[in-house]
């Protein structure tokens, strides 16, 4: 069955702290893409990342990093030294079927000054 | 550009009355789709659609309906509200499939009593 677990309920730091928010995730695909979400406390969605079965090289986008490892079944996610303005829920999402997409429950990361 | 519009951004229904969330975007994307969002339970997909004149159920359609008449528009159906639809409904939109990113409406938060 397609699953993806984000064990990590809610994670507070404090300013210029890193941070690793973790995805596993479980499919019976051969080939599949990941995807991480941040929802700010104004509530939108927005895409952050997508990253492909095939590639798994280390993505970094200034202070966001990726990391997948097929072998864990894991996409996960740091941010370093992390900003009062990071403070959002962040979600990790499978497509399956190629119609539907599954997300996890969602981490809830507190950056306090 | 506008990209995904929701209306209402509030609602608070009735037990048992009916109400209609619309979703329009104006990006021509074939796949749309509406989750529901509550806590600890991250994003739950209710229905999608992969084109006009075409729907599927997703995770938890019990208690909506969808149609699907034009590209543009998605719009969701509570047939006699029950405090269980509580929630926050988000609809998304993207080209091709579920591999694209999705791109989000600002949400519908809507209250049944």
């Known amino acids: 069955a397609q699953k993806v677990t984000q064990a990590q309920t809610e994670i507070s730091v404090v300013e210029k702290e890193d941070v690793t928010l973790d995805c596993v995730y479980e499919?019976?695909?051969?080939?599949?893409?990941l995807f991480w979400y941040k929802q700010p406390p104004s509530g939108e969605l927005v895409f952050l990342i997508r990253?492909?079965?095939?590639?798994?090289q280390n993505e970094i986008s200034g202070r966001y990093s990726w990391n997948f490892q097929k072998s864990t079944s894991s996409f996960n996610f740091t941010i370093t030294a992390s900003q009062v303005v990071d403070s959002a829920v962040y979600f990790c999402?499978?497509?399956?079927?190629?119609?539907?997409?599954?997300f996890g429950t969602g981490t809830r990361l507190q950056v306090f000054p | 550009n506008a990209g995904v519009t929701q209306t209402p951004k509030f609602q608070v229904l009735k037990t048992g009355q009916s109400m209609t969330l619309q979703c329009a975007q104006d990006?021509?994307?074939?796949?749309m789709s509406w989750y529901r969002q509550d806590p600890g339970m991250g994003l739950r997909l209710i229905h999608y659609?992969?084109?006009?004149?075409?729907?599927d159920q997703g995770e938890v359609p019990n208690g909506y309906n969808v149609s699907r008449s034009t590209t543009e528009d998605f719009p969701l159906r509570l047939l006699s509200a029950a405090p269980s639809q509580t929630s926050v409904y988000f609809c998304?939109?993207?080209?091709?499939?579920?591999?694209?990113?999705?791109?989000f409406g600002d949400g519908t938060r809507l209250s049944i009593l």
């Open positions: 990006m021509n994307h074939e796949y």
């Open positions: 659609s992969v084109g006009a004149g075409i729907t």
């Open positions: 999402a499978l497509p399956y079927n190629t119609d539907k997409l599954i």
């Open positions: 499919t019976r695909d051969t080939t599949y893409y």
């Open positions: 998304a939109s993207s080209t091709g499939t579920v591999n694209q990113p999705q791109h």
């Open positions: 990253r492909n079965s095939f590639d798994e």
